[in-house]
């Protein structure tokens, strides 16, 4: 059984930062792929940003150059928010894969197999 935790969320002013951590844990070695989604009142949950085992990182249109995911170890990953505006505003949900596929297809909520039970964050203008 794997759990997935999020930490980090919070209430932050346009403009200011934060850095929401990513651990998984339970009877596993490694992680294959991580990605952040989240959900806004009244809308879809969406990707965030995802990072591949080997690295390879993509990110939504909307937080280009403001948010960077990196890898801290087999088990955990960080977003680091910049720059957050109140549009920013939602709860955040990590989710863990644990089995090989493509790098696109970690755009699909289908593909994960655990997710963590969300961190609010909240951009205040």
């Known amino acids: 059984q794997v759990q997935v935790e999020e930490s980090g969320g919070g209430t932050v002013q346009s403009g200011g930062s934060l850095r929401l951590t990513c651990t998984a844990s339970?009877?596993?070695?490694?992680?294959?792929?991580m990605g952040w989604y989240r959900q806004a009142p009244g809308k879809e949950r969406e990707l965030v940003a995802s990072?591949?085992?080997?690295?390879?990182a993509q990110y939504a249109d909307s937080v280009k150059g403001r948010f960077t995911i990196s890898r801290d170890n087999a088990k955990s990953v960080t977003l680091q928010m910049n720059n957050l505006k109140p549009e920013d505003t939602a709860v955040y949900y990590c989710?863990?894969?644990?089995?090989?596929?493509?790098?696109?297809?970690?755009?699909?909520?289908?593909?994960?197999?655990?997710w963590g039970q969300g961190t609010q964050v909240t951009v205040s203008s």
């Open positions: 339970g009877t596993i070695f490694s992680v294959d792929d």
């Open positions: 989710a863990a894969r644990r089995g090989p596929g493509s790098v696109r297809s970690l755009r699909i909520e289908s593909t994960y197999d655990d």
């Open positions: 990072i591949s085992r080997s690295l390879t």
